[in-house]
């Protein structure tokens, strides 16, 4: 089955740091730009970051610029999150997406099931 | 930075239509995606490029398009219909992405 696993997620205090992953399996992960989305409890979905097919581009959104990176190990087919200096405004579930192929046709074509992240003391 | 805007809640009666505003505050435009979110759950595509459904999707959700807003309509509201809804664009470039707020669907 095609699919994307996260794992990492927990309990962290404010100011520490935690890395969470996501393994795709039953696709050619290096041929996807691969994203993170977030969701508070009770809240909105919020794209988090972006990165290319070979890891070389990286975007973020405003609110965790310079706190947090993607990155990618296309042989192990995962996508990473290093989460730096986390506040309580960024406990949430997160996903792992998938970007669909086609240029400028740009959304979401599969989705992980989340891992949760909660921060505070 | 982009801006999706939506309504927080719609309500709506089984069997009549229901219709989630979506509107962007940049020109151009650039396309416009639905989602559909049941709770504790993924979200789910319901429409993309503005008023594209994708197979398996019930013909009763469709998407239009006016200027800088972009609609949702579900047709003939079923019980199963009461979800979460997110409308999702990016700028022009495709590096910076962004969601609407999300719309509660209710069935009243």
């Known amino acids: 089955e095609v699919q994307l696993v996260e794992s990492g997620g927990g309990l962290v205090q404010p100011g520490g740091s935690l890395r969470l992953s996501c393994v795709a399996s039953?696709?050619?992960?290096?041929?996807?730009?691969m994203h993170w989305v977030r969701q508070a409890p009770g809240e909105g979905l919020v794209w988090v970051s972006r990165?290319?097919?070979?890891?070389?581009?990286?975007s973020y959104a405003d609110s965790v610029k310079g706190r947090f990176i993607i990155s990618r190990d296309n042989a192990k087919n995962t996508l990473y999150l290093q989460m730096n200096s986390l506040r309580a405004e960024d406990t949430a579930l997160y996903y792992c997406?998938?970007?669909?192929?086609?240029?400028?046709?740009?959304?979401?074509?599969?989705w992980g099931r989340g891992t949760p992240v909660t921060v505070s003391s | 930075s982009y801006e999706l805007t939506q309504p927080p809640s719609v309500s709506v009666s089984p069997g009549q239509t229901a219709r989630i505003p979506c509107s962007a505050d940049?020109?151009?435009?650039?396309?416009v995606y639905w989602y559909q979110q049941r709770p504790g759950q993924a979200p789910v595509l319901l429409i993309y490029?503005?008023?594209e459904r994708p197979s398996g999707i019930p013909e009763r959700f469709s998407g239009s398009s006016t200027g800088t807003t972009v609609t949702l309509t579900i047709s003939g509201v079923q019980a199963e219909d009461e979800a979460d809804y997110y409308c999702?664009?990016?700028?022009?470039?495709?590096?910076?992405?962004?969601f609407g707020g999300g719309t509660k669907v209710t069935v009243l």
């Open positions: 039953r696709f050619t992960f290096s041929t996807y730009w």
């Open positions: 997406t998938r970007e669909a192929p086609g240029a400028g046709d740009w959304h979401f074509d599969l």
């Open positions: 990165i290319k097919k070979d890891g070389t581009a990286t």
């Open positions: 490029k503005d008023t």
């Open positions: 999702q664009s990016t700028d022009s470039s495709g590096n910076l992405w962004v």
């Open positions: 940049t020109l151009p435009k650039q396309f």
